[in-house]
């Protein structure tokens, strides 16, 4: 069987955290500080903070600029359930709006959905393709917009406009317009989960891009606090001779990245544009190449003269098929000894969401995208014969169906 996706596990990886097991400092220490200096560093972004999943990273961001009771927080209705669940957490309400043929949210649907509830908006980039951030900045920006923007908390009273929340879980990497995702909203959150091109087993970041007049180190140092049950000290800050005391100034959350996570890390991160990327971009463009060849075949966009993927995940579609036929599809190919998935199951079809009221009809470019979607293996070390072996068992398995 041809996995899906499993992580990249190689020697540099097993040396660097064993010398982190070796070092006797395991939770979050030195190597997380230093993941997120990197990180910030390849960003091009004031700081950032490691934490452990990218939906930490979220709901912090969504804590800090106080989204709660009576709030409204726009969100595709294609994505995965954490990007909505994170709102639900936060006692606000998702606003779920269309997306386009890339999968992306449409600017268009973030206008007619804005209203006087709306703090936060959240794009997703969907499969490493980034949303269109010029756009979307400038629509929140829009003087009728800001007009009907209530804030309640100073953060938001500062920000004077809706904040813009990147939900870029796969999208590290990722170019728009000359600028690597992590800088192309006010935070951008990260995910390294072990499916994931960047991976640290579990974990995520965020990343602070906010206007000038914010302090971001001010800001990094709060959104520590709240990610480690409120405590204004670390586990590091600690260790420092005579500052053993501290105190408890929130009730926060367990969100912290640990050291073991971050070696892992580190290593990818210094071989990920020279090496991950350049491997994931020759798997999409083999599966292209041959893709394009058959008339029910939609090659997935991952490269314009604006954008570049950071090839995350290839979600290839078949035309003119019902979803049950899709799904035969792929039971098919799972047959054929090759694993495939589906990037996503819209939110608004989920029993918790659609038992809320949501309902799939109402976005119809959404689950038109969902039902023909097929998300094919991409990963470091997924050979070109095996790529092979994949398009041999998704052709054969599309043509069975289609001529029945």
Partial sequence: MIPFSPPRIDQKIIDEVVDTLKSGWITTGPKTKLFEKKLAQYCSVPRVLCLNSNTAGLELMLRWVGVGEGDEVIVPAYTYCATANVVVHCGAKPVFVDVGNDFNIRVDAIEQAITPRTKVVIPVDIAGFPCDYDEINAAIRKPSVRALFNPVTPEQRLLGRIMVLADAAHSVGAFYKGQKTGKLADATVFSFHAVKNLTTAEGGAVC?????????????????????????????????????????????????????????????????????????????????????????????????????????????????????????????????????????????????????????????????????????????????????????????????????
């Fill in 208 to 404: 602070l891009n906010l206007p000038e007049y914010f302090d971001k180190d001010a800001i990094y140092n709060e959104l520590c606090v709240k990610s480690l049950h409120g405590q204004n000290k670390d586990a590091l800050a600690k260790t420092k001779i005579g500052n053993w005391k501290y105190d408890v100034v929130e009730a926060g959350y367990k969100f912290n990245m640990t050291d073991i996570q971050a070696s892992m890390g580190l290593v990818e991160l210094e071989r990920y544009d020279s090496d991950m990327i350049v491997r994931r971009k020759e798997i999409f463009d083999r599966y292209s190449d041959k893709f394009k060849n058959y008339s029910w075949a939609v090659v997935p966009k991952y490269e314009s003269e604006e954008k570049k993927s950071s090839y995350h995940a290839y979600l290839f579609r078949v035309l003119s098929v019902s979803e049950q036929q899709r799904d035969e599809i792929i039971q098919r190919i799972f047959e054929k000894e090759v694993a495939v998935n589906v990037h996503f199951i819209p939110v608004p079809m989920l029993s918790y969401y659609r038992e809320k009221g949501y309902d799939i009809k109402d976005y119809p470019k959404t689950y038109e995208n969902y039902s023909h979607e097929i998300s094919l293996p991409v990963y470091y070390d997924l050979t070109n014969e095996q790529v092979d072996i994949v398009l041999d068992a998704v052709i054969r398995s599309v043509e069975e169906v289609k001529n029945k």
